[in-house]
C-alpha cells in the first residue's frame, strides 16, 4: 500500500494541484489529509471539490471546525485591528463560497480516522495529536511531552499536521509523521508532501518538497 499523506491545503487549490500532480506521476493508493483544508486561501470550494474527486479520507482540523461553526459576525464585532478586520471579512467571503452544505459537511469530519496497514499495523490521521486534536505534535518537543501527547493511543504510526513543519520521529514504538503544510509551507515557494509505503521492507516514508512556482506558472 502506497499512501499519500498531506496536511494545512488552506484553500490553496494550485498549491493542491502541484501535489496531486506530482503524486500521481510517483503513483498512490489512497490520499490522506489531516485537516485544515478550506480556509483562509482564495479558493476554498475549489479545494474542496478537488479533495473530494481525489476521494480524499479527510479529518477536522481547528480551521474546517471553525469555518463550520463560528458566527462571522461576532468575528466582525469583535475584530479590533485592520488585520484583524480583514481576516474576519475573509472568513465571511469563505462561508458564503464553500456554502452551507459544504459547512456541514466540514462540522462533521473525525478529528480521528483509524486505517489498518496491509502488514497488520494501525494508522491514526489526526490535525494535531491523538490526546487532543487542536494540540500539535511539534519538531521541538522532547519525547516525555511528545508521549503525553500520543498517550495510550494503540496506532503504530501517527499521522498528523498542524505544525506546519514536516518531520518523522520514533519513540516507544510509535512513528511519528508530521507532513507539514501545503498551502502555508514556512518560507512559501514549495508544498509538503509525505508518502507512505508498506512492504516487505517494513514502512518506508519519503517526505518531499514540492516545487510551486513552475507549477502554478504552468497552471496545474
Not at 498549491?15 to 498512490?28: H, I, K, Q, S
Not at 481576516?87 to 459537511?105: C, P, W
Not at 499495523?121 to 491523538?130: D, I, K, M
Request: charged share 25%; with cysteine; net charge negative.
Amino acid at each position: 500500500m502506497r499512501l499519500l499523506c498531506i496536511s494545512d491545503v488552506h484553500g490553496e487549490l494550485a498549491a493542491l494541484r502541484a501535489v496531486l500532480a506530482t503524486a500521481e506521476a510517483r503513483g498512490y493508493h489512497k490520499l490522506l489529509v489531516a485537516g485544515d483544508l478550506c480556509f483562509p486561501g482564495p479558493e476554498p470550494l475549489e479545494t474542496w471539490r478537488a479533495l473530494i474527486r481525489a476521494q480524499a479520507v479527510c479529518v477536522q482540523g481547528v480551521t474546517d471546525q471553525a469555518l463550520a461553526t463560528v458566527d462571522p459576525n461576532r468575528l466582525l464585532e469583535a475584530a479590533t485591528s485592520p488585520a484583524e478586520q480583514a481576516m474576519a471579512r475573509r472568513f465571511l467571503e469563505s462561508r458564503k463560497a464553500v456554502g452551507e452544505l459544504v459547512l456541514e459537511r466540514l462540522r462533521r469530519l473525525p478529528t480521528h480516522h483509524r486505517l489498518p496497514l496491509d502488514n497488520g499495523a494501525e494508522l491514526l490521521l489526526v490535525h494535531g495529536s491523538p490526546e487532543d486534536p487542536t494540540d500539535p505534535l511539534t519538531h521541538d518537543l522532547d519525547d516525555d511531552e511528545m508521549l503525553a501527547l500520543i498517550g495510550d493511543d494503540p496506532a503504530d504510526l501517527i499521522v498528523c499536521g498542524m505544525s506546519h513543519l514536516p518531520f518523522v520521529r520514533d519513540l516507544d514504538g510509535v512513528k511519528v509523521i508530521n507532513v507539514g503544510s501545503v498551502g502555508d509551507a514556512p518560507g512559501g515557494g514549495v508544498a509538503h508532501a509525505t508518502f507512505i509505503e508498506t512492504g516487505p521492507a517494513g514502512i518506508l516514508v519519503e517526505q518531499v518538497d514540492v516545487p510551486l512556482a513552475d507549477a502554478i506558472a504552468l497552471g496545474v
